[in-house]
């Protein structure tokens, strides 16, 4: 028996949430029960009194707007409960075409996949404007170097997640999941694919890109942070090494004034020496610390996880979230 059950985070969605659920598929080929869930975010509108006129099955309840990131994990763990082998994220303002939601899942039925993200037609999109464009694939293009994946759309919130995939994921960032879950399931050596979506008319601008340049600096800065998680020791050798080299560089300047007897004696240029190669030094010593700690945080995920199954599995039987 396959249980799929869609989710979407709703913030203040009582315009959208009626058309978005409206598309939305009841039954599937290969999947025996498919239930819809939203996550309300704190919404102060009529959002919770339209889902459930449209028959939502689950309604998970925040007590006040935590975010984005903070309503996805919500419905995957209320997802989790209810006894979901498969779910997939969308959003309220029907952006994704549900009739590709088939497409979405099936690599994860035929198991080929632990993670399947949609690719939006980017280059097509018309209300793209060219700068959003160029910014999508830059970033994309980053998150593939630091997750070793190949994603086209790393910012695309339509996916579907393994049961498998789900209890693995922890998200740290309050703005967005959708970088730093691909990068996460990259370095745990999940299997992310991706594959060809459309999308619908506009009903509403973004509310995650205020601007491009906050979007690019809150997008690097995830991407650091979660490298810097999953990858500290790389990370700091990278960093330190750049002041080390420049020191030894410096260094090898002085040495070659000093071998050829010039009157000056350079001080500055040798305390400079000195100071770059002690905190190119000290970095690599951080990384050494934050290795360690990384191998400690692997095994407390590895905890978490079990404690994650036992407690899914629980709830799961015991008839998962309503209301």
């Known amino acids: 028996m396959t249980k799929l059950i869609i ?29 819809w869930l939203i996550i309300n975010d704190g919404s102060h509108d009529r959002t919770v009194e339209v889902a459930k006129a449209c028959g939502v099955d689950h309604i998970v309840h925040l007590p006040r707007n935590q975010g984005l990131a903070k309503a996805f994990m919500a419905g995957l763990e209320a997802s989790l409960a209810a006894g979901a082998d498969i779910i997939v994220n969308t959003d309220a303002d029907n952006q994704y075409c549900a009739d590709d939601i088939p497409k979405l899942i099936e690599p994860i039925l035929r198991e080929q996949a632990d993670i399947v993200i949609g690719a939006r037609p980017i280059w097509k999109t018309k209300h793209f404007s060219l700068i959003k ?48 879950t691909i990068i996460q399931a990259g370095q745990k050596g999940m299997t992310v694919i991706s594959v060809p979506i459309r999308t619908n008319g506009v009903l509403r601008p973004s509310r995650l890109v205020k601007s491009n340049t906050a979007y690019v600096v809150r997008s690097l800065f995830t991407i650091l942070r979660i490298f810097m998680l999953y990858k500290p020791l790389r990370f700091f050798l990278a960093l330190g090494s750049v002041p080390f080299t420049m020191g030894v560089i410096l260094g090898i300047r002085w040495l070659i004034f000093f071998f ?29 610390v934050a290795d360690l700690m990384a191998a400690n945080r692997r095994l407390l995920e590895d905890t978490q996880l079990r ?17």
């Not at 980053?142 to 049961?163: E, K, L, W, Y």
């Not at 789900?166 to 999941?177: C, E, G, I, K, S």
């Not at 500055?268 to 030094?281: C, D, E």
């Open 7 to 35: 989710q979407i985070p709703c913030y203040n969605e009582e315009n959208s949430l009626s058309i978005a659920l409206s598309a939305l598929p009841r039954q599937l080929p290969g999947i025996d029960t498919l239930e």
């Open 133 to 180: 464009k160029l910014l999508q694939k830059l970033g994309s293009l980053v998150v593939r170097i630091a997750s070793n994946t190949d994603i086209p759309d790393a910012p695309s919130g339509f996916r579907a997640f393994s049961r498998e995939a789900a209890l693995q994921m922890n998200v740290f960032n309050n703005y967005t999941y959708t970088l730093e």
């Open 260 to 288: 050829l007897g010039t009157e000056r004696t350079r001080i500055p240029s040798l305390i400079l020496t000195a100071i770059l190669i002690l905190i190119g030094f000290q970095l690599w010593m951080f990384g050494l």
């Open 307 to 323: 404690m994650r199954r036992l407690s899914a599995d629980a709830a799961s039987k015991s008839g998962g979230v309503r209301e």
